[in-house]
């Protein structure tokens, strides 16, 4: 089992830069697949990025594609969001998760962390 706990979020304005760590504790984070998924006030979580045990595959949702870029390192047992021209479209609370399995849909993922709230200002 792995715990997640993520940090970085706060408020920016728009064309802005964040970026968000999530930090494992418990099994070795690179034993999974790790995502970012993120959720807007009345509508379901969705995905945002993910990044394969090894780091050598991402993807993205075209929403954050060439803006976001999503890293991990394994050593430190930390994933990073790096988000570059905010928009306010991306106000959201950010969370990390973790599967042994890839995918772009929640239920693929076994471990969630509390999430962290990223806000942009028009």
């Known amino acids: 089992q792995v715990q997640l706990v993520e940090s970085g979020g706060g408020l920016v304005q728009a064309g802005g830069s964040l970026r968000l760590s999530c930090a494992a504790s418990g099994r070795t984070l690179s034993s999974y697949v790790m995502a970012w998924f993120r959720q807007a006030p009345g509508k379901e979580r969705e995905f945002v990025a993910r990044i394969s045990w090894s780091g050598g595959s991402t993807q993205y949702d075209s929403s954050v594609k060439g803006r976001f870029t999503i890293s991990r390192d394994n050593a430190k047992s930390t994933v990073y969001l790096q988000m570059n021209s905010l928009k306010p479209d991306d106000t959201a609370v950010y969370y990390c998760?973790?599967?042994?399995?890839?995918?772009?849909?929640?239920?693929?993922?076994?471990?969630w962390g509390q999430g962290t709230q990223v806000t942009v200002s028009s």
């Open positions: 998760a973790a599967s042994y399995d890839s995918g772009v849909r929640t239920y693929v993922y076994d471990y």
